[in-house]
């Protein structure tokens, strides 16, 4: 029972609805040489990371033992990465609970947090924001690569408390091996993966290495590529309710004499199999250097991130009216105006963690990072507009000593973001986003009471530099918790917060049309500060040999800010504005796993997921692009070479739906998963074959603005190979 058990403290106890992962028993020790070294890395990794009570991995603040204050949480770690690996963070992560997708494109999806998206997630790398422009828009990619990240860390709920008023509906941190915190016993230490699907033709590969120089001194390469083609459907490209309108736009066309033109309405109407305009090719190039000095490290890192991807056009808009009248799967004909994005973007990151002894405060962290971002969004092949964004963002904190009963720290960050954009579609206008904020969190007792506190303050300055408006926020938000800790490996708690968010350069100044999104965006310069109460209650723990993890959370917002359609056009555009008013947020998500049966040698586990989120207007109506019911059962046969996977992904329709938005019918994903790890003494070698979507169904996802004319991938087979040595 102790192999299963141990499997079971890594894969579920972890973090609320993260995947299963690979066996490894992290109190075990295998006295090969070969084994020892990575070993001793997995004890440093669950130093730094912080471990509870049963050595599983959790997530947690600076000076914090957990963060209750932030209930949903949850890890992904290499081998959950491997299992859902996709180019884009928000579909690698689409199967914890109370996540979604933005689904725009194969080539953009960002996270979906409880119902929450753009402006209230922040996406960021160790601890820092991307510096891109994916907030801003849903057509924008995330400008990270998973393939070589170390781990992720999602967390749900106001994490505007930790990392800014963008984060007030979460977060999801990326950690990354750029800047090295620990010194290999190997000669180097090499991570590697490479993979192949059919429904986009997936390419990739990538590699990271560390080097030790002495003692002291470590240097870090990785790099990574990816190349997709279109992506294959199970069926119709267009929605029913979309389909039919083209129909019905041919035959009108046909009664007035327009063939051609009702021909063009037809061939688009019928598109099935594949996604026109869905490729995608990105590498990146990633440089660092650590210097660890007993318990205090720093270093620094430079990065380059480089991606083209395909824009699918919406059939039926004067934008997109050119369709794929003689496309091929692999290609677009020529003369075609097809729209698509290359994006680059240079980074450079500085990271310091220095020891400060037994004084009140037991250590320093700074964080430090620059980017400069550019991409460009073509029209065929002429250039349409080309955004611009270099930013700075810095951050320390303070950490107390774990002395008597109170731990936890206090910190500074401030973010400088210079956006300017150029061409006949710039539909915002050049503007200045100046941001300082200062953050205390506490955490007091040691007993099986504790009480969390959290308080930030945070002033923010939004300047149209060329219509000279300017917009000055200042934000307040706080939290506290309060958690009880039972004997038997059980935590319950409630979190009540109060956070606040200052409206971003987008939805102040946006006023025009925007080719890739196919929408005339028209912003507010009078937007008040969004701010919301919220209320939490959860429980976590093990029962019996089942673990579970259940949070029920409640927000109330007052002047909640929206993108919504209005129903008119706009340069052959429908009009999209900025509104405000207030909202409620309502939601459920949970897990569970527990073992069937273990015999020693195999062990038969079962995981349950779901998740349910409600959103209302102040006027009655719906909030746009919420997700549906979700629910996943899987059934998991493991043993210490082999791990056999098989789930049920269902969606519920999702009927509820704001003025002009579409509904999106149920569906169910089966999928299949083996994963085999071929060498005894070295778990570090993975191999995965799985069938994803085996029945070839099509799905929409609610939360994708294009989810009409952009379905999930159809029937997949992925191929995978990881090695970590």
Not at 375 to 399: C, D, K, M, P, Q
Request: negative net charge; proline residues 4%; aromatic residues 10%.
């Amino acid at each position: 029972m102790k192999f299963l058990t141990s499997k079971l403290a890594i894969s579920t106890a972890l973090a609320m609805g993260a995947a299963p992962l690979a066996a490894q028993d992290i109190n075990s020790s295998d006295p090969s040489g070969s084994q020892a070294g990575e070993d001793d890395r997995l004890e440093d990794d669950l130093h730094n990371r912080q471990t509870d009570y049963q050595g599983n991995i959790i997530v947690s603040a600076s000076g914090l033992e957990q963060l209750d204050i932030l209930a949903g949480t949850s890890v992904f770690e290499a081998d959950d990465i491997q299992r859902n690996l996709n180019g884009q963070i928000g579909e690698v992560l689409a199967k914890l609970p109370g996540v979604s997708a933005t689904s725009f494109a194969p080539g953009s999806s960002r996270p979906v947090l409880r119902g929450f998206q753009g402006e209230r997630v922040r996406v960021l790398v160790d601890g820092i924001g991307t510096a891109d422009v994916s907030n801003t828009s849903v057509d924008h990619a995330t400008s990270i690569d998973p393939l070589t990240a170390e781990r992720i860390e999602v967390l749900r709920g106001p994490a505007v408390l930790l990392y800014g008023s963008q984060a007030i509906g979460g977060a999801v941190n990326v950690i990354d091996k750029r800047i090295p915190t620990r010194v290999p016993e190997e000669a180097f230490h090499l991570d590697a993966l490479v993979a192949a699907d059919t429904a986009s033709d997936l390419r990739t590969g990538g590699a990271s290495i560390d080097v030790p120089i002495g003692s002291n001194f470590v240097v870090h390469v990785d790099g990574s590529w990816r190349e997709t083609d279109n992506l294959e459907i199970g069926g119709f490209q267009l929605s029913p309710a979309l389909r039919a309108e083209l129909l019905a736009e041919a035959a009108e066309e046909e009664a007035e004499g327009e063939f051609e033109e009702a021909e063009e309405f037809r061939e688009s109407a019928d598109q099935a199999g594949f996604i026109p305009n869905t490729a995608a090719e990105t590498w990146t190039i990633n440089g660092g250097f650590g210097v660890i000095l007993g318990e205090s490290t720093f270093g620094a890192s430079i990065g380059y991130y480089d991606t083209n991807y395909g824009v699918p056009g919406r059939p039926g808009t004067e934008h997109a009216h050119e369709g794929e009248e003689g496309e091929e799967e692999g290609g677009e004909e020529e003369g075609e105006e097809i729209v698509s994005i290359d994006l680059e973007q240079f980074r450079a990151d500085f990271k310091g963690d220095i020891a400060l002894g037994d004084g009140f405060f037991s250590q320093l962290k700074l964080r430090a990072g620059y980017s400069d971002y550019t991409h460009t969004e073509f029209e065929g092949e002429e250039v349409g507009t080309v955004f611009e964004s270099n930013s700075i963002e810095t951050r320390a904190e303070l950490v107390q000593n774990e002395s008597g009963p109170s731990r936890g720290s206090i910190g500074i960050q401030y973010r400088y973001r210079d956006f300017f954009a150029e061409g006949a579609e710039a539909y915002v206008p050049p503007n200045t986003t100046d941001q300082f904020a200062v953050f205390g969190l506490q955490e007091f007792g040691t007993g099986p009471f504790q009480l969390e506190l959290a308080a930030r303050y945070e002033t923010t300055d939004v300047e149209d530099t060329v219509n000279n408006i300017a917009r000055d926020y200042d934000t307040v938000s706080g939290a506290i918790g309060l958690v009880w800790e039972g004997d038997d490996a059980l935590r319950a708690g409630v979190n009540l917060s109060r956070a606040e968010r200052a409206p971003s350069a987008e939805e102040l100044f946006s006023n025009g049309p925007h080719i890739a999104t196919q929408a005339f965006e028209i912003g507010d310069a009078d937007l008040e500060v969004e701010s919301a109460w919220g209320a939490e209650v959860f429980v976590r723990g093990t029962a019996g040999s089942a673990q579970f993890n259940l949070a029920v959370f409640q927000q109330w917002f007052d002047d909640y800010i929206y993108l919504t359609e209005t129903g008119d056009e706009e340069d052959g555009l429908p009009v999209f504005v900025y509104l405000q008013q207030d909202a409620d947020y309502f939601g459920v998500e949970g897990d569970v796993t527990f073992p069937l049966f273990d015999n020693g040698d195999f062990g038969l586990i079962t995981d349950l997921r779901a998740s349910y989120i409600k959103a209302e207007l102040g006027d009655g109506t719906n909030v746009p692009r919420i997700p549906p019911l979700e629910l996943l059962g899987a059934l998991e046969l493991q043993s210490s070479a082999f791990d056999l996977r098989g789930e049920v992904q269902w969606f519920a329709e999702q009927d509820e739906t704001a003025a002009f938005e579409t509904s999106t019918d149920d569906f169910a994903l089966v999928n299949l998963l083996v994963s085999w790890r071929p060498l005894a003494n070295r778990e570090g070698v993975t191999v995965q074959l799985a069938a994803d979507n085996i029945f070839d169904v099509v799905g929409r996802r609610h939360a994708s603005f294009t989810k009409d004319f952009v379905p999930l991938a159809g029937r997949n087979v992925r191929a995978s190979v990881r090695l970590s040595f």
